[in-house]
């Protein structure tokens, strides 16, 4: 009995290990830090349909730069509040090579819509309305606004569960940037 269950905790470590391959959500991350690149996964190769209909997102496509992925809705007032100001930092490190990506969740297209023209947001936005990407990314948990970084080499460097300020994710953008040998500026 005491051999049957050593080999089924190991068949069962086994099947664990495969798991932890990719990212699957822990703790959110201190605001200024980033996950130690030893103990950052892979995220999954996310994609969907754009806000405005014309065209798909992949993560895939923005291997080798730093992602930005704020997950939010319209009718969510942190959220709001907080893409004006992602909205600045874009416009300011977009040329460096840094992306950023709206994922617009649980909400209608039309608010959606209506609030991007309003911010006048220029970053890419995806429509997930039943919250499928942030399942697949590592089942994070629903609560909006959140935020997670993609390091150049695809992989979660930071989970924030938190409304946002530019100032906030500045120093986190620029850890990474110096990974892939640039700076933010």
């Given at each position: 009995?005491?051999a049957?269950?050593?080999?089924?905790?190991?068949?069962?470590?086994?099947?664990?290990?495969?798991?932890?391959?990719?990212?699957q959500?822990?703790?959110?991350?201190?605001?200024?830090?980033?996950?130690?690149?030893?103990?950052?996964k892979?995220?999954?190769?996310?994609?969907?349909?754009?806000?405005?209909?014309?065209?798909?997102?992949?993560?895939?496509?923005?291997?080798?730069?730093?992602?930005?992925?704020?997950?939010?809705?319209?009718?969510?007032?942190?959220?709001?509040a907080?893409?004006?100001?992602?909205?600045?930092?874009?416009?300011?490190?977009?040329?460096?090579?840094?992306?950023?990506?709206?994922?617009?969740?649980?909400?209608?297209?039309?608010?959606?819509?209506?609030?991007?023209?309003?911010?006048?947001?220029?970053?890419?936005?995806?429509?997930?309305?039943?919250?499928?990407l942030?399942?697949?990314?590592?089942?994070?948990?629903?609560?909006?606004?959140?935020?997670?970084?993609?390091?150049?080499?695809?992989?979660?460097?930071?989970?924030?569960?938190?409304?946002?300020?530019?100032?906030?994710?500045?120093?986190?953008?620029?850890?990474?940037?110096?990974?892939?040998?640039?700076?933010?500026?």
């Amino acid at each position: 009995m005491l051999a049957l269950c050593a080999a089924a905790a190991v068949a069962l470590s086994g099947c664990s290990s495969g798991a932890s391959r990719t990212f699957q959500f822990g703790n959110p991350t201190k605001l200024d830090t980033v996950i130690p690149v030893a103990d950052r996964k892979p995220a999954e190769p996310l994609s969907g349909q754009l806000l405005d209909g014309n065209g798909r997102f992949r993560l895939m496509q923005y291997r080798g730069h730093v992602v930005v992925l704020n997950f939010w809705a319209s009718w969510c007032p942190p959220c709001r509040a907080e893409i004006p100001q992602l909205e600045a930092l874009y416009q300011q490190l977009h040329p460096s090579g840094v992306e950023f990506v709206g994922i617009d969740t649980k909400d209608s297209r039309s608010g959606a819509k209506a609030f991007v023209a309003q911010a006048h947001v220029r970053y890419p936005i995806v429509y997930d309305q039943e919250g499928q990407l942030q399942l697949r990314l590592g089942n994070i948990p629903g609560s909006l606004p959140f935020t997670v970084l993609i390091d150049p080499q695809g992989r979660v460097a930071a989970v924030y569960l938190d409304q946002l300020t530019s100032n906030d994710l500045i120093g986190p953008i620029r850890k990474l940037r110096a990974t892939q040998g640039g700076h933010a500026s």
